[in-house]
């Protein structure tokens, strides 16, 4: 059997008579054999590595002093986990039907081959500056959809700034028409925040930030936390 993640296996984790639900745009965090992140990944693809026996569910639990502790479960007793938490706690997991059953999501789950860590690094591209900036004009301060941002140099090309995380900040169309091919202080503009580059992909701060994924905090390791999303 090939040890390959990213393959999934004939038919998919789930046929026919599995009911599609919003469950499966949740983010699922992996680790590696060590208990160290190494990538996020969908719904399906971590059902697929639980069903082939490539992977275990981590699952933590808090109790009421604040003390975290953690299980592992392969596939078939988190189907019987999932029995009990759908009868005692059904609103604090997300769900996926089938016909035959129904199972959590689980929020970590740890590969039981071994896979190294992930080049250092976060990639520079469009989406991942627009979630460093949290999609705001770094000039006026207000927050915008993606498609009304544009990416300014904060030293113009023609003065010789480059294209690089301390030179490029997301600007809105009015600002950016204002400060035209002009330093900030040509234009009599002010950065609300020094660009500079993350220390771990921003899109996951974002991820972070929502309460479903709280249980992946105590993973990440800003010395080698450089996750993409997939």
């Known amino acids: 059997m090939s040890t390959n993640p990213s393959t999934s296996p004939p038919g998919g984790t789930f046929g026919a008579g599995c009911v599609l639900s919003p469950a499966l745009s949740a983010n699922v965090l992996v680790l590696n054999k060590f208990y160290q992140a190494i990538r996020v990944v969908n719904v399906k693809r971590a059902f697929s590595l639980l069903c082939r026996e490539l992977a275990e569910v981590v699952h ?13 479960f392969n596939f078939e007793s988190w189907q019987e986990v999932s029995l009990v938490k759908k009868e005692f706690e059904p609103d604090g997991h997300d769900w996926i039907h089938t016909v035959r059953f129904q199972i959590a999501v689980p929020r970590i789950i740890r590969l039981l081959v071994y896979e190294k860590l992930p080049r250092q690094d976060v990639k520079f591209n469009r989406r991942n500056i627009y979630a460093r900036d949290s999609n705001r004009c770094q000039y006026c301060g207000k927050k915008f959809p993606t498609t009304e941002l544009s990416l300014d140099h904060v030293k113009p090309k023609s003065q010789g700034g480059r294209s690089s995380w301390e030179n490029i900040v997301c600007c809105c169309l009015k600002c950016n028409v204002k400060k035209g091919g002009r330093t900030p202080d040509q234009a009599h503009m002010h950065l ?5 580059k993350p220390k771990r992909s921003p899109v996951i701060n974002i991820r972070l930030a929502d309460e479903r994924y709280a249980s992946w905090k105590q993973f990440l390791d800003n010395a080698y936390w450089t996750v993409e999303l997939k």
């Open 192 to 196: 609300i925040t020094k660009p500079i």
């Open 60 to 72: 933590i639990e808090t109790d009421a002093a604040g003390q975290s502790t953690w299980q592992n």
